[in-house]
């Protein structure tokens, strides 16, 4: 299976990541800010629908921190590749039958039947062609018009639009078309520009299964420098961070802009060794560090890792992710995560970033475009009980439609 993959065509193109690292270079300046949004663990099963319904989001999110902070926003998705799932737990354990654990439709199925838990190696093949149409459905949206600023309206599905931060965002996109309208009326026809009518997206997973990854790593014709071309840019998982690992061996070996997660275990000279192993040649938008401390640890760990790398003059993309250190499970066993402690997490990064003199450069959240019921509070007040109505993620609780709108604009206001 890895050496058919190896045969087929990239997914991305190593000019692409180059123009990645770019863009997240002005992150590392201070002159833009990151969103990598997307599931947890994407589906084989994903439709035409949730494709587009998730690039929506983050659309929406986009325009409403682009239009806060007045600094363009870098939109990365985890999506078009994010199939494997590192796990705590080799087994999983209902009403006492014991099973190996889902991890990620790129090795086996979600469902807890015996059968569906053999890994089963042609999932390689069906992830790479996952991968290849979901691709070619973003660039389809992303070039063909549908995300030019003209269609803002657009973006904002009706379950999103009943709600708070959806007239909010409405009340933008009017001013926005007001804007339009003025440059339009001053004889300059914006929407003809192609910075407007296309947008730049990107592709992100981590990096989890190395024979999959390596299969996809190529040369590239212009400069013989090797990518790993199944997307964009590629993260190390908080379980796999180990500076003598195999992740960080092969990841240190490609040139596609790389993350890394940086959980509340890491001291700043972990982290310092990790720069300096992934990043030796200090290149400013290489390296994006995504911190997930926890709401209630982010204030005391994060400033001497910031303080530590800012002193050794590394360039870093420091982005939040105030998802994974805030997981929980509530009293029905529903995996969670409360609005407020991922807000409460965002917050204290910024604060943290205010007190070192660092740009808090991003985030990086767990969404989908859907009405699901997975992570608690948000203004509709999403409590325990209303978990079971629409719990449909396969692995980690997601922001849906609404909670994510409101993030962006409760992170715009941080920004601004
Ligand atoms: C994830 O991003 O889905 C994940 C597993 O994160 P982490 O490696 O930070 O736990
Ligand atoms: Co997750």
């Keep these: 299976m890895i050496k058919r993959i190896s045969a ?73 590749g994010q199939f494997a799932k590192p796990r705590s737990s080799s087994t999983e354990t209902v009403d006492d039958v014991e099973l190996p654990s889902f991890r990620g439709h790129i090795v086996n199925a979600a469902g807890f039947t015996e059968a569906e838990r053999i890994p089963d190696p042609a999932r390689l093949l069906d992830a790479y062609n996952q991968s290849a ?23 904002n599905q009706q379950f999103v639009a009943d709600s708070p931060a959806g007239q909010r965002y409405e009340q933008l996109a009017n ?7 003025f440059m339009e009326a001053c004889g300059l026809d914006a929407l003809e520009s192609p910075d407007l009518r296309t947008v730049d997206f990107y592709t992100s997973h981590e990096a989890l299964l190395l024979g999959y990854e390596e299969a996809l790593t190529r040369q590239d014709s212009r400069t013989d420098d090797w990518y790993d071309c199944s997307a964009h840019m590629l993260w190390i998982g908080e379980r796999t961070r180990e500076l ?17 997660k940086i959980g509340p275990t890491a001291t700043s000279a972990d982290v310092i060794a990790l720069c300096e192993v992934l990043n030796p040649e200090q290149i400013p938008g290489r390296l994006t560090l995504i911190t997930r401390m ?14 530590g790398v800012h002193d050794t003059g590394h360039p870093v993309v ?3 992710d105030p998802m994974h250190g805030n997981t929980y499970a509530a009293a029905n066993g529903h995996k969670t995560r409360h609005f407020e402690d ?27 475009g859907d009405d ?29 439609g609404r909670q994510s709108v409101e993030l962006a604009f409760r992170v715009a206001e941080l920004l601004t």
């Design 8 to 80: 087929m065509p990239p997914l991305v193109f190593a000019g692409e990541a180059d123009q990645l690292r770019e863009r997240l270079a002005d992150v590392c300046e201070g002159r833009a800010f990151l969103l990598q949004a997307g599931d947890c663990a994407e589906s084989f099963d994903s439709t035409t629908d949730s494709i587009r319904d998730r690039l929506k989001v983050i659309l929406q999110m986009a325009v409403v921190l682009t239009y806060s902070s007045g600094v363009p926003t870098v939109k990365v998705g985890r999506i078009a």
């Design 133 to 155: 149409s979901t691709l070619n459905l973003l660039r389809a949206f992303t070039t063909g018009g549908y995300a030019s600023l003209g269609n803002v309206h657009a973006w």
């Design 175 to 181: 001013e926005l078309d007001r804007a339009l309208r």
């Design 244 to 260: 003598d690992g195999a992740h960080v061996e092969f990841l240190r070996g490609v040139k596609n802009p790389l993350g890394c």
């Design 294 to 307: 926890g709401a209630d640890n982010v204030s005391e760990l994060l400033p001497p890792i910031l303080q």
């Design 318 to 320: 420091w982005a939040c």
């Design 342 to 368: 991922v807000l409460r997490e965002i917050t204290g990064f910024f604060e943290a970033h205010r007190s070192v003199g660092t740009w808090p450069g991003g985030v990086h959240v767990e969404l989908t």
């Design 372 to 400: 699901v019921t997975e992570c608690l509070g948000g203004a509709d007040e999403l409590t325990d009980t209303d978990l079971v109505q629409r719990y449909e993620t396969m692995c980690d609780p997601r922001l849906n």
